[in-house]
């Protein structure tokens, strides 16, 4: 191992919604070297903080390694996806989402892959073109919005509300229209930390699995301690997290290309990120 990280912080991105839950609460509860500090933020801040050195590694948007895939290296078997419904990444919307074509969509800024997503579902799937505003989706702006795209937490409690008619889950509508599981977020490490500091990046690599694996066996207890942050019962929060997987397995990789492969022919992905790039 690199002597000088004995000392040196290492830099760890983490989602701050519920979704991490079942990982982040079992990380908190184990004993770590007191360099590994963790960054909670939206996966926007992570993405951006990744891109300019600011993180070393952590979960970040899908869509992050997409646009930049020559700068990391993705870990295996870690993701933050969905086969089928997510609960938590919404277009909410009072017409038919069918009919959006020229009408206000106000986008989150919290994730640029679930911007991305409903992009591909609107236009590539539903062949309409609505008019896009990125904005604060419980702010002033959400009032004169035909729909809303809301993540995480947010969407949550807009479901929650029952504000409005229609609730599109995105996982689910990918699932219906691709077959495939969605991959929200992916756990990304910048390519020279990997190539510097491989053992630390291993050593890293293994106890988020053993947190996977533990934070799935005590899910019920999770739930109890996060469900009050939306609010939401315990046993909603249960069946929700029970539904958000953390692997990426061969269907989810197959699931990142085609989106990056979106991506690309919207002209906003690398041609570089397929095949993907693991460490």
């Not at 990391?72 to 909410?92: E, H, Q, R």
């Not at 997290?241 to 990142?256: M, P, S, T, V």
Request: net charge negative; proline share 5%.
């Amino acid at each position: 191992m690199n002597k000088a990280l004995d000392t040196k912080t290492i830099r760890i991105g983490m989602v701050n919604f519920i979704n991490t839950a079942p990982i982040y609460e079992t990380w908190k509860t184990r004993s770590h070297p007191e360099n590994w500090h963790v960054v909670e933020a939206p996966p926007s801040t992570l993405n951006q903080m990744l891109a300019d050195g600011e993180l070393d590694m952590g979960f970040v948007s899908s869509y992050e390694y997409g646009v930049r895939p020559e700068r990391y290296k993705i870990l295996p078997d870690l993701s933050i996806s969905a086969n089928g419904s997510v609960g938590s990444v919404f277009l909410f919307s009072r017409i038919d989402p069918k009919l959006l074509d020229k009408h206000v969509v106000l986008l989150s800024g919290q994730s640029e892959t679930s911007i991305a997503l409903v992009k591909i579902i609107l236009e590539k799937f539903y062949c309409v073109k609505p008019e896009y505003i990125v904005g604060d989706v419980i702010g002033v702006e959400a009032n004169d919005a035909a729909g809303i795209l809301a993540i995480g937490d947010e969407a949550l409690r807009l479901s929650a509300s029952g504000e409005f008619q229609y609730q599109m889950d995105l996982g689910e509508v990918w699932c219906k229209y691709t077959d495939l599981p969605f991959v929200f977020a992916i756990f990304a490490v910048r390519e020279e930390f990997c190539r510097d500091n491989a053992e630390v990046v291993t050593a890293i690599h293994q106890e988020f699995l053993t947190c996977k694996g533990e934070g799935r066996q005590d899910l019920e207890s999770i739930c109890l301690r996060v469900a009050p942050r939306i609010p939401m019962h315990p046993d909603e929060c249960y069946v929700y997290l029970r539904a958000i997987e953390y692997g990426l397995g061969d269907r989810k990789r197959l699931a990142l290309e085609k989106f990056y492969n979106y991506l690309i022919e919207r002209g906003e992905g690398s041609s570089l990120a397929v095949p993907l790039q693991f460490f």
